[in-house]
């Protein structure tokens, strides 16, 4: 039987806690595709509006990621988890109720945006470092696959459940569907049971130091990701990605839905496309790491996540024939971004120690996510002074170069997750 599907049948906490992550991450792809058009459509906004409100969801993690993994790192995992969940819950279907009372503007759509975010980081720094409690070393990659998998998944419906939400509802109601999803992932924490031997008692905080704001404490995580020979050029690599793709789709749906006049339900099953491709790649990331080694099994995932993209604004085609290039690009850069994601996962979780694991989770989203809000900005200047197509080609060139850190001898003599195997 498939490792991944062999721990969903026969590890119920796990299976709990990843059936609310899946259910949770599907109503995401409708916030995504939505809140900028809420900002461009529901509020009239420009580029720079869309650019501001992205910029806002994303602020938290360039302010508060270090400091988030520092002090979150004695509190009990679990109930950070289920508080940030209802936490994101609330404030998302604030947006539909501020619309039909018609007090929704873009400062108060950027200040409900900042506290997603907030709520997000808290979730996600903590969450990175909950899997490996919940299951043995030996099925962290399974669990990886796992999780990595159903999100895909949910790329291949959630863009188009999201172009009909959106087209049915409007973009504003069609929020509330991401909220209901976070109290479903609030259950599946609060159901999934920690079983790793050794992992602190949920419910008792561990004794927290009394130098908990010194400097070099908060730093510590920092440490270990650019101390590593690894884990640095993988830290760079995402800053640099998550930046570029954030100039890209924010002004690639803006180019293809206000100036193409594609559908938002014909641009979200286009872009949906890249779940196929990213669940292709997700069930087969260990076999293409046990071929040809985790290092180049990396890079040759990269080539096709990060270089494919200059294809959707670089190929002549309009209408349909646009939203087949899309898709067909979004499948490949999906199937190489689908293997990448298993292989960041497994490679972090195995070379930081256990009980550095949320903060160095802080620190890695302090430097990987706090480079999307500087991408926010940049995607409204570029769509300002560029035009929407050309912005999306630029943020396209960047996301190629992006590849670059990890072409390393340290990386392409990866074998294995464990350096010392290398």
């Keep these: 039987m498939d490792p991944s599907l062999r721990l969903l049948r026969f590890h119920p906490s796990f299976r709990w806690y990843w059936a609310g992550q899946s259910i949770s991450s599907a109503g995401s792809q409708v916030t995504s595709m939505a809140l900028p058009l809420v900002t461009a459509l529901a509020l009239g906004g420009s580029p720079a509006d869309v650019g501001l409100v992205a910029t806002a969801a994303m602020a938290p993690y360039l302010l508060f990621s270090l400091l988030?993994?520092?002090?979150?790192?004695?509190?009990?995992?679990?109930?950070?988890?289920?508080?940030?969940?209802?936490?994101?819950?609330?404030?998302?279907?604030?947006?539909?109720?501020?619309w039909w009372s018609?007090?929704?503007?873009?400062?108060?759509?950027?200040?409900?945006a900042f506290l997603c975010g907030t709520a997000a980081l808290c979730f996600g720094v903590v969450g990175f470092s909950y899997v490996p409690d919940l299951v043995s070393d030996k099925e962290l990659p399974a669990a990886n696959r796992a999780i990595q998998g159903s999100r895909t998944v949910t790329e291949v419906a959630g863009p188009g459940l999201a172009g009909l939400l959106v087209g049915a509802l409007g973009a504003p109601v069609a929020i509330t569907v991401d909220a209901v999803s976070y109290l479903a992932s609030a259950v599946g924490v609060a159901v999934a049971r920690p079983a790793r031997?050794?992992?602190?008692?949920?419910?008792?905080?561990?004794?927290?130091?009394?130098?908990?704001?010194?400097?070099?404490?908060?730093?510590?995580?920092?440490?270990?990701?650019?101390?590593?020979?690894?884990?640095?050029?993988?830290?760079?690599h995402a800053a640099l990605y998550n930046?570029?793709?954030?100039?890209?789709?924010?002004?690639?749906?803006?180019?293809?839905?206000?100036?193409?006049?594609?559908?938002?339900?014909?641009?979200?099953l286009a872009i949906?496309?890249?779940g196929v491709g990213g669940l292709i790649g997700t069930m087969t990331a260990l076999r293409l790491s046990d071929r040809l080694g985790l290092g180049r099994a990396f890079i040759a995932s990269l080539a096709l996540s990060c270089g494919i993209p200059l294809l959707a604004v670089l190929w002549p085609a309009?209408?349909?024939?646009?939203?087949a290039v899309l898709a067909a690009v979004m499948l490949v850069s999906g199937f190489g971004l689908g293997n990448?994601?298993?292989?960041?996962?497994?490679?972090?979780?195995?070379?930081?120690p256990r009980e550095q694991l949320t903060r160095s989770a802080g620190a890695y989203s302090q430097v990987m996510y706090g480079s999307i809000p500087l991408g926010g900005i940049l995607a409204g200047l570029f769509g300002e002074w560029l035009g929407t197509r050309s912005a999306a080609a630029a943020g396209a060139l960047l996301l190629a170069c992006s590849i670059l850190p990890m072409l390393t001898r340290a990386i392409r003599s990866l074998t294995t997750p464990a350096p010392g195997t290398a």
């Design 68 to 98: 988030a993994g520092h002090l979150l790192e004695p509190r009990p995992k679990r109930v950070v988890m289920i508080s940030a969940n209802i936490a994101q819950a609330v404030l998302l279907a604030l947006i539909p109720l501020a």
């Design 102 to 112: 018609g007090a929704l503007t873009v400062p108060i759509l950027a200040v409900i």
């Design 197 to 236: 031997r050794g992992a602190p008692e949920e419910g008792t905080p561990r004794a927290a130091s009394p130098d908990l704001l010194e400097r070099p404490r908060i730093l510590d995580g920092l440490g270990v990701l650019f101390n590593n020979p690894h884990l640095r050029p993988l830290t760079v």
């Design 243 to 268: 930046l570029a793709s954030e100039v890209f789709t924010l002004n690639l749906v803006l180019w293809a839905v206000k100036e193409q006049h594609l559908s938002t339900t014909v641009y979200g």
């Design 272 to 274: 949906g496309a890249s």
């Design 318 to 323: 309009q209408g349909w024939a646009l939203a």
């Design 340 to 352: 990448a994601n298993v292989y960041s996962l497994t490679l972090r979780q195995a070379v930081i």
